[in-house]
Structures are given as structure tokens and as C-alpha cells.
């Protein structure tokens, strides 16, 4: 009971932060793209830093977090591993679900990093908009961020990986970094409670680029799942099976 009222506490908080960063950062994000990314590297400090001492949840970030212009393909377990990643990369930009842009703040600060928005109803309208997006936003350099399975996936729960990541490694013709994560063990897609422990996302690898798509996705499924699991092991978790 007590660690879920330090949860309950930590969230009201950590939303609560957000409009007073987005706030005082506003007049610099007005003007140039950096003033936005130093927004939103304020607010990612913020919550780890608060995660720390408020719920005991620390984090870590392991391999070599990618500085030059790159695919970022990601396993995706709540929100702090959004919040990981972005703060370990310098221009992290996200394939993002259209709905997202009309959140206040959150949605506008998006825009502005040079998110790109899609509509996830059809998946060949998804992949056509997820490249005019993502082409139409090259000339400002930086990490580009999806999620190949394209939600948030529960620790032990096998959902399959979409063939966009695979148009994009393709079509972008960059090196392509995957990154693992345990941190769904602790922050739970859903529900109040924060568990202590050690969350870490893992840059692997690249893979660079010159594959053909199926052989990429396998390599990239292989290697996300492969280190995931090993993450979460590492922090308690087992699969049902096992």
C-alpha cells in the first residue's frame, strides 16, 4: 500500500511537470528546434530523477547510444522507455500514432522535434504516410524513432513486428540501431503501482543497412527479443512457459 500511494504520487507529479516545462522552455521551443529538445531532455531528467528517489525505481542505459543519423527500432513496454531513450540521444524524433498530436502540449511539442504522425487504420495508408513523413522531414537530421510492433507489449506477451520498420530500413538506406528493455517489469503498461528495481534499455548492435527486408526483420526480431528477455530475466521476470 505504501509503495502504490508513492506511485500515485510520483504520476500526479510527473504529469503535473510537464505544462510548468513546456511553460518555461516555450519562448526558446518558439523559435528554434533546440529550445524544443531541451524541453523535452528537461522533462525526461525530470522523471528519472524523480522516479529515483520517490518509487526507488533507478535506471540505466547500456551499449552505445547513437549520436549521427539513424533508425532507432525499439521495444516498447511503457513510458519510461520512451523516456530512456530519448534522453540518451541528442535529436530523437518518433513514428507516432496521429491521435498523439492533438494532446495538449504533449502533441505540440511533438510536432515540433519533427515527430511524424500516423494513422495506423490501414497498414499500407500507414506505411505511404509514415515515408511521406519521414521525407518530407529529412533535412533536419537526427534519430528516428519507431516501435516495430507498434504498441506498447506487456513482458511475456508475443506480439509480432511490422513490416514499417522494414520499409524504412529499406527505404532510408541508414544503419539501423535495435534497442531491448526490461522496464515493463517495473512501470506496467497500465495501473498506478511503480515497482522498485533497475529498469534498463539496451542499444544494441547496428544493423547496417543493405539487407533484404526479411532478412532483416528476422535479424531485428531476434536480437530486440533475444535481449529483452535476457533483460528481464536479469530483473526477476519469467515467461508463463517457463
Not at 82 to 92: D, E, S, T, V
Not at 152 to 177: F, H, M, N, T, W
Request: net charge positive; charged share 20%; hydrophobic share 45%.
Amino acid at each position: 500500500m505504501i509503495q502504490w500511494l508513492r506511485s500515485l504520487i510520483f504520476i500526479i507529479q510527473m504529469y503535473g511537470a510537464m505544462p510548468i516545462i513546456a511553460i518555461i522552455y516555450l519562448p526558446w521551443a518558439m523559435v528554434s528546434r533546440a529550445g524544443a529538445h531541451a524541453a523535452c531532455h528537461a522533462y525526461c531528467k525530470w522523471v528519472i530523477w524523480t522516479a529515483r528517489w520517490m518509487v526507488n525505481l533507478r535506471s540505466e542505459v547500456r551499449g552505445t547510444p547513437p549520436t549521427d543519423e539513424v533508425l532507432i527500432a525499439a521495444k516498447h513496454q511503457s513510458f519510461l522507455d520512451i523516456i530512456l531513450i530519448y534522453n540518451a540521444i541528442p535529436r530523437g524524433k518518433f513514428i507516432m500514432k496521429r491521435e498523439l498530436m492533438y494532446a495538449p502540449i504533449l502533441g505540440q511539442y511533438a510536432l515540433r522535434i519533427g515527430c511524424v504522425p500516423v494513422n495506423r487504420g490501414k497498414r499500407a495508408q500507414a506505411i505511404q504516410q509514415m515515408m511521406a513523413g519521414v521525407q518530407s522531414g529529412r533535412q533536419e537530421p537526427g534519430q528516428l524513432i519507431i516501435y516495430p510492433q507498434g504498441t506498447r507489449v506487456a513482458p511475456g506477451v508475443d506480439v509480432p513486428y511490422k513490416i514499417g520498420s522494414g520499409v524504412l530500413y529499406r527505404e532510408l538506406g541508414q544503419p539501423c540501431v535495435p534497442v531491448a528493455t526490461n522496464v515493463g517489469v517495473f512501470w506496467p503498461r497500465h495501473g498506478i503501482l511503480r515497482k522498485p528495481g533497475l529498469a534498463v534499455v539496451e542499444f544494441l548492435p547496428r544493423i547496417e543497412p543493405g539487407l533484404p527486408t526479411n532478412d532483416f526483420m528476422a535479424r531485428l526480431t531476434h536480437e530486440v527479443e533475444t535481449a529483452s528477455d535476457a533483460l528481464m530475466a536479469e530483473a526477476g521476470f519469467r515467461k508463463r512457459s517457463e
